[in-house]
């Protein structure tokens, strides 16, 4: 190894902008170090294994530390060693001898390869082993960072869905497509996967309208999981936030992301990122030193007051990332942008989105974080979700996001799922789950779309597995089912598990409709998790997180071979019926036409008192909704989450009659019914009507 060789011309470069930048000529390394007193770039072969050069760097700029270096151009690989104060207990854990990753790394070379090296401490040494320096040199087990220029920006333009007729289909890139049929194998579990005809042309022909993929910046895959047999499956684990897990390219590389989102953009179909910015993967004052640990610790995390040895960890996993500092709030905003102009990404979903908002008092819905992406002009437009909830006090804050930001709706999850359970008391808090949640997104002239409506999602039951488990089975994660929720809002319609028994199977299949449809009916933007069409299920797993297999990946099997169709029907159903997704709550005042957005009936038919609302057990009720353009019809919706069979009262009409166009009970459709005229609905069964004259 060669350090700062004469024949080496190293000119200053410059501060701005971070990471490398490719002229043709050289390239420029920038990097981010407020407290560091000395920064070295380590440039390694080609296959990241052989280190053959430092150059100690001499230019900091405002703490960033940089140089630019004739004759090196795309393809060099590369790391940074960073010198300053060992000195944990004030935040400072700087170790030269650990060969860190770049934070705006772009392509990685390599994996980690899990070693007591990898740590800034002395494993081992006691319980303050985290203040005694290791000295071992971490390089050979890292993955380094490649130089890229010239990477393909996305062909198309953003479909630009509108949030009213916008369906979200929740996925991963690997689980998506491993066990598809109609995908080759060489290429399944890929971004290259996604693109394929069949794939797009089923989700389009489902109704869906976005893709949102789970975590697909690099992450690690944990070592305690490893040692178990196991496998860090959805990323919720980031080590940088520029390169893309290195599994889901393929043989294309960087370019297949592009050319995945071009053709799904070519289906009208949108792509939504899971992003995780909220901590990274090295975890609290034990975990290794990979990268932001050791460039800067006291800068990208936020430490415990007057305590800077320790993280304040408010997402439960070790740290928090500090976007209270302007540097850091630029990486995570330039991380943005970059997947936005360069990949063509047309929104993100923030995990464990309140700690991107907290100030050290609390959190703060008009914190820098979300006033820099709203004013963005490349982000400002596209769509943002906010997962409203952290570990930390007060980490719940549903409703609390500035106007721009839909929110994960986990109030409307737990009504909608107790409701068909048969739950008693929840009509009120369920009509108003149903109607897009007023009570909680009308601050701010917010519009329904602030509701983003699920079921299911990644962390959780399936819904298949929600109709068929009362308890979870995480036995395969190896915690002996210590791990995952334990108040999962389940029913197993009378058996634990899978049966043979013909009257439970048919109730399961009529409860997975009745969920469905609620979700598609409902106001706000409905979500439903890849598989659930296909009665995925994960034997009763509900914390698939380390399941990178057959547990985990989407069954494409068609043991249900009529739901796709169904959720197709209400997918067109919500696009050709604008009174499943007006731009304005609902308020029971009159349209032009003279008549309601929303009335709500009792079984009898009658408007809904306040004596009916306050029944605690009462388990039905009746809405009729106002078209918003004079062409369409007016919908009836009659849900009947009792056991039992119930006669329902057709809402009054002057003229014409319902007819029920769609109902998660056998023969009903095409039943008609006129106004004021008496419909006797089975137990556990929604059924729409729709005025004909």
């Known amino acids: 190894m060669t350090v700062n060789p004469n024949m080496r011309k190293i000119l200053p470069g410059s501060a701005f902008p971070l990471g490398v930048t490719v002229d043709g000529r050289g390239t420029n390394f920038a990097l981010f170090s407020d407290n560091a007193v000395g920064v070295t770039l380590c440039l390694f072969d080609r296959y990241g294994q052989t280190e053959m050069e430092r150059i100690d760097l001499h230019e900091c700029t405002n703490g960033v530390w940089h140089c630019y270096l004739p004759g090196v151009g795309r393809g060099q690989v590369y790391g940074w060693r960073v010198h300053g104060p060992w000195a944990p207990e004030v935040g400072h854990r700087f170790n030269p001898n650990k060969l860190l990753l770049d934070p705006y790394a772009r392509m990685l070379v390599g994996d980690i390869q899990w070693h007591d090296a990898l740590y800034g401490y002395t494993i081992g040494a006691g319980d303050d082993a985290d203040l005694i320096m290791d000295e071992r040199d971490s390089a050979p087990f890292m993955p380094k960072a490649r130089v890229v220029a010239g990477t393909p920006m996305a062909a198309t333009q953003h479909p630009r869905i509108s949030w009213a007729k916008t369906v979200i289909y929740e996925g991963h890139v690997r689980g998506l497509t491993m066990r598809h049929p109609l995908v080759p194998e060489s290429i399944r579990g890929t971004f290259t996967a996604l693109g394929q005809p069949e794939f797009i042309e089923y989700i389009a022909k489902l109704g869906v309208t976005a893709v949102e993929l789970l975590p697909v910046h690099a992450f690690t895959q944990d070592r305690h999981l490893l040692d178990r047999g196991l496998a860090n499956y959805w990323g919720y684990n980031t080590l940088n936030f520029f390169a893309p897990e290195p599994r889901y390219l393929g043989e294309d590389g960087l370019d297949a992301i592009g050319e995945a989102v071009d053709r799904l953009h070519q289906a009208g179909i949108e792509v939504i990122l899971d992003v995780v910015y909220n901590h990274t993967c090295e975890g609290n004052h034990l ?71 907290r100030r050290p008092e609390g959190f703060d819905s008009g914190h820098a974080f979300f006033n820099a992406i709203l004013q963005d002009p490349t982000l400002g437009g596209l769509k943002l979700i906010a997962e409203p909830w952290d570990v930390g006090p007060g980490g719940y804050q549903l409703g609390a996001f500035p106007p721009g930001f839909s929110e994960w709706n986990g109030d409307y999850r737990d009504k909608v799922r107790e409701f068909w359970c048969g739950s008693e008391g929840l009509l009120p808090s369920f009509a108003t789950r149903f109607a897009a949640s007023q009570d909680i997104f009308s601050e701010g002239r917010r519009r329904p779309w602030s509701s983003l409506n699920f079921i299911t999602a990644h962390d959780g039951f399936t819904l298949h597995d929600l109709v068929t488990y009362n308890d979870k089975h995480n036995e395969a994660n190896g915690e002996d089912n210590r791990d995952g929720h334990d108040d999962n809002k389940s029913w197993n319609c009378g058996v634990e598990g899978e049966t043979d028994d013909p009257a439970i199977n048919a109730l399961r299949r009529r409860q997975k409709r009745n969920l469905i449809a609620t979700l598609f009916l409902s106001q706000g933007v409905p979500m439903l998790l890849a598989g659930d069409e296909r009665s995925n299920s994960q034997g009763g797993n509900n914390n698939a997180y380390c399941q990178d297999n057959e547990i985990g990946w989407v069954d494409w099997s068609d043991d249900d071979p009529e739901l796709p169709e169904f959720v197709a029907r209400l997918a067109e159903l919500r696009k050709t019926h604008s009174c499943l997704s007006r731009p304005e709550f609902l308020t029971g005042s009159r349209n032009e036409m003279g008549q309601p957005d929303v009335a709500w009936f009792n079984n009898g038919g009658t408007r809904m008192s306040e004596e009916n609302w306050s029944d605690p057990h009462s388990k039905c009720i009746t809405l009729r909704l106002a078209p918003v353009l004079p062409e369409e019809p007016s919908l009836v919706i009659m849900l009947n989450a009792s056991h039992v069979d119930v006669d329902f009262v057709a809402p009054p009409v002057q003229s014409g009659r319902w007819q029920a166009i769609l109902a998660t009970g056998d023969d009903l459709e095409g039943s008609g019914v006129e106004g004021g005229g008496t419909f006797g609905v089975p137990g556990r069964t929604l059924i729409v009507w729709e005025w004909r004259e």
């Open 287 to 357: 975990g290794p030193t990979l990268s932001f640990r050791g460039i800067d610790n006291a800068s990208y995390y936020r430490l415990l007051p007057g305590n800077g040895r320790y993280y304040d960890d408010l997402t439960g996993c070790g740290n928090s990332v500090n976007t209270d500092h302007p540097r850091v709030l630029q990486m995570v905003m330039d991380s943005l942008r970059m997947w936005a102009s360069v990949y063509g990404i047309d929104g993100f979903r923030f995990d464990l989105a309140t700690t991107l908002g």
